[in-house]
């Protein structure tokens, strides 16, 4: 009972969670591309704490447990705590484009596993340091 009310709630909620990633990959092209204001890496972790907070109350754990790495290498990114930040860049990139992939595999009937998410969860607290 309690996982079809999560993919209902998924279903109702996945195309603003679509969007908030969306500005939240066009907020770290921005920065990238202006090197590296301030200003456009707050947008983008302030979009990523959007969608963090949206799958906790979803109680999506595995989910939950990507997006939460993503903002905190975002945070590290903005307080200039990430040795390689090309790299991190790409990483974090890399993860806001995956993230709907492993939403629509729930929306799918697939289980919320942290084990699918867990090897880019970890690249990117390995990216934190």
């Known amino acids: 009972m309690t ?8 279903d109702w909620i ?3 969670i679509d969007e908030t990633l969306k500005a939240a990959r066009q907020a770290l092209e921005a920065y990238a591309e202006s090197d590296r204001d301030e200003t456009k890496m707050r947008a983008c972790l302030t979009y990523l704490h959007q969608v963090h907070g949206t799958l906790l ?5 595995g989910v939950t447990l990507l997006s939460d790495e993503m903002e905190q290498l975002a945070q590290s990114m903005l307080s200039h705590s990430v040795a390689d930040v090309e790299a991190a860049q790409q990483l974090l990139m890399q993860s806001i484009l995956q993230l709907p992939a492993f939403l629509e595999e729930i929306q799918k009937g697939l289980p ?3 084990r699918a998410v ?3 969860a970890n690249e990117l607290r390995a990216a934190r340091g």
């Open 3 to 10: 996982e079809a009310r999560e993919h209902f709630a998924l």
């Open 14 to 16: 996945k195309r603003e």
């Open 118 to 120: 867990l090897p880019l």
């Open 112 to 114: 919320d596993s942290r």
């Open 57 to 61: 109350m979803l109680e999506l754990t």
